[in-house]
């Protein structure tokens, strides 16, 4: 995955996975006019889509709002010409909804048969579409809170000296990409402390196990998950996918 400022959009499909990103520049969004802006939300997004982002009281927010939905259209779009080998549809056509209650209340789906997942930090919004159900987290480096430190915490032990030495922002990356590809965003429990990180390889794929309460609320369908974690530049990415 590329993360560059000055690029407004990158696509890519992650080898060995069944995967689509789409990363949209926020910095590039910030310095366009506000007709520019406009005319890009008049392309991309359906007309209550429009109206519901001009709506939004935050400039900031308006800005982050735009470039997730940007980013999801442009990762199913993408998916669907490359990976379903069909037609894309055309943004103004491809309404981005979130459900509106329960635990999973937030999560973002498409009238496709697709999966998508969002995540922004400082200057990018990421998306990823698959067949199957994904969760995605980018984090900016920062220094974390004495707090947040010790809820990421690794105990020593057998096999933990390589985890020990994951970054605290990319652990973070992790336990969210895992409760975001189950849609649970951090509402189970104790949110972070509910997803323990038992492994980290040298390719970037970690393990993890759940809590009770999480366990109590995980789908058992048969698949397999798949989990990477890795820095990227000045960010810690994460991801996990449904095989």
């Known amino acids: 995955m590329v993360l560059d400022a000055a690029r407004p959009l990158w696509l890519g499909r992650p080898p060995g996975t069944p995967l689509t990103l789409a990363v949209v520049s926020l910095t590039w969004l910030r ?36 470039a997730g939905r940007l980013a999801l259209k442009s990762a199913v779009r993408a998916h669907q010409r490359y990976r379903l080998r069909c037609a894309a549809t055309p943004g103004g056509r491809l309404p981005v909804r979130t ?21 922004h930090a400082g200057d990018f919004a990421v ?16 220094t974390v809170m ?39 965003g951090l509402r189970i ?12 390889a040298h390719d970037g794929r970690f393990t993890w196990r759940p809590s009770a309460a999480l366990a109590d609320h995980l789908p ?16 810690s990415f994460a991801m996990v996918w449904q095989t």
């Open 31 to 66: 310095a366009l006019s506000a007709p520019d802006r406009r005319a890009l939300a008049g392309r991309h997004l359906t007309q209550e889509e429009a109206a519901f982002g001009a709506a939004l009281p935050v400039p900031k927010r308006r800005t982050e709002w735009l």
């Open 220 to 235: 058992y369908d048969g698949g397999r998950t798949v989990c990477l974690a890795q820095d990227i530049d000045n960010y």
């Open 146 to 184: 004495p707090y947040l430190a010790r809820l990421l915490t690794v105990p020593d032990g057998p096999g933990t000296e390589r985890l020990r030495r994951m970054p605290l922002t990319l652990r973070w990356a992790a336990k969210e990409a895992v409760l975001k590809h189950y849609g649970f």
């Open 189 to 200: 429990g104790g949110g972070a402390r509910e997803v323990e990180l038992t492994g980290w």
């Open 127 to 142: 998306a990823a579409c698959g067949p199957r159900p994904v969760g995605v987290d980018l984090e900016r480096h920062r």
């Open 99 to 119: 459900l509106a209650d329960g635990l999973r209340a937030g999560k973002p789906y498409v009238a496709a048969p697709v999966e998508v997942a969002l995540t």
